[in-house]
């Protein structure tokens, strides 16, 4: 950590640790430049260490996609139409937690929680009602969805056919990323094992019928939110996607044609160039992976595509405006980093759910950085820095050493089974916050710049009540679909999925099946709950 | 003075746990006996295991927005069961949300921004106000 050593002896690092020297000079770049030519590549090529894509941001834009979702299917449907009005050029879904752990908003646990964090969805109808007049053929969605991934697919699946768009032409991401939620996020339901292969379910399934759709999120983001450092995040990061690559290549899956599908997602934070080294040296990373584990021939399948969100743990509920200025450099370090879609934070996130307000703002921010500044211009505008280079080989060769400790702990899977990466994480927040309020680590209008006439708050946001009937009236509307769909028919499709799961065949069509004939995502979820059990946490201390 | 107890849990179906844990981590350092129940806790069994740990001071963390009928189902399994202990609350909090708490009975509230030794010095001041 850096407060830490800087405390034991003025070395002054970067926020994970790397040595930061006043200067550096083409003596700092490990090898010739042929060789970090070769360490590079171009645009496009490999080991892509400077972008996905030859044209990056020349060619098109990131994509700008901001997380909404709350109350009803109604309600989100109106913040998307609002979104795309404002030039957003795609859909993110964000659920409430009852869908994400598998309960109907009837049920007595949900009900506090019912559209809180996002949209309540109980059955393909709401999922219906949340595209209404969004051609799925046309918009690409991102779903933050993991343990109930396979359900929410199914019903969105039964939308797009009700829209009458097939399948091969939905555009999108579901984040499917069950280990980070043992890890750091913590929305799993069931085991690891059973959780595993839904995820791979989902994932070979859309192998074959979703060619444009992109079946899972590898994430680190999550453990960077929750604590870890940014070589900690690269390499847990790289562990969840080998874990994954060798569940679904055990199946038999051909690498190549799987892996050209998977999408990664990091954080970015506030220390720009160690962000833009690490979102670089992902992308030599995975292509070392890939082909060297996997024996990838197939370049989009070493290609590592991502999405970035900035960073909610970096704001601060103190002078709350200056939350804008932190997003704007998170931002720049995501698109200076070769993003592919990036969600910039509201302003007004230590208090609630953003506002309308806050929301276009974060869409303004990504609009002012991609169409003023000019860095959009040309591709991979830091490579050659001598600090920048020095910080992505330093980046590179430090998650590798962590990487192979969680080899030696029998890989990702095991690692969480065992708590260590879970300690790591609480130890680094521990840490970060004695380092905020000690001093070591400056936050401003926090721990320096704070002032007597800051103000209060609430002053300076518009805040937003939420609708206290809005479940009871999400209650009533599932009720009525309910009374008026095909009950045996329906309860047929949920035998069928039942023996399926036992039997240890695909889920998904049976999943399908079910979503059309009406069955609820409670429902559904509670096959998986009788089949599998549910996962508890073992007490951290 | 007898070492405080400090039962924490996360009640609701939120996830985010690293506040919790920081606090846990904050008041154990601050010489405070914490038992930490973990996630999805329900009310009736957080209200047992106050009980059951003879909690000096109960705290809970919401960041799903579902602070207040969650803190008001808290309380009512503390009534029911008899349980002395003060409820603490923190997480995603707005202000105006604050005084709704402690009028529904939380004796602390803890916002997000709130620094760490703030919220050990508050937790472990409730604590020692109950004891006293």
Redesign the interface.
Known sequence: MSAGSAAAGRAVTTDSGIPVAPVYTAADVAGTPEELSARLGLPGQQPFTRGPYRSMYRGKLWTMRQFAGYGSAEDTNARFHFLLGQGQTALSVAFD??T??G?DSADE?????VG??GVAIDTADDMTDLFRGLPLDQVSVNFTINATAPIVLATYLVAAERQGVARSQLTGTLQNDILK?FLA???YIFPPAPSMRLTADVVQFAADALPRFNPISITGYHAR???CNAIQELALTMASAIAYCEELTGRGLDFDRFAPRLSFHFATTLDLFEEVAKLRAARRMWYGIATGRFGATNPAAARLRFFSGNSG?TL???QPLNNIIRSTVQCLGAVLGGAQSIHVMGYDE????PSEDAVRLSLRTQQIIGLETGVSRTADPLAGSYFVEYLTDEIEARAADILAEIDSLGGAASALEKGVPQSW??EA??QA??D??EGRRPKVG??VHASPDDG???QLIE?TQ?DPAQAERQIARTSSRLARRDGPACAQALNLLRAVTRSGQNVMPALVDAARAGATVGEMAGVFRAEFGEF??P??? | MIRPRIVLAKPGLDGHDRGVKVVAMGLRDAGAEVIYLGLRVTPAQLAAAALDEDASVVGISVLSGAHLPITEQVLAAIRAAALEAPLVVGGTIPPADVPVLRDLGAAGVFPAGTLLPEVVSGVLAIARAGAA
């Open positions: 937690l009852p994400q752990l309960y646990i949900a009900r506090p929680e809180r964090t939620e996020r913590k929305a939110e929750a604590g743990t601060t509920a103190q230590a208090f609630q759910l994480i609480a927040a521990y916050e004695r905020i309020a926090v721990n209060d708050p609430a805040l939420p508890r946490e007490a951290p201390w």
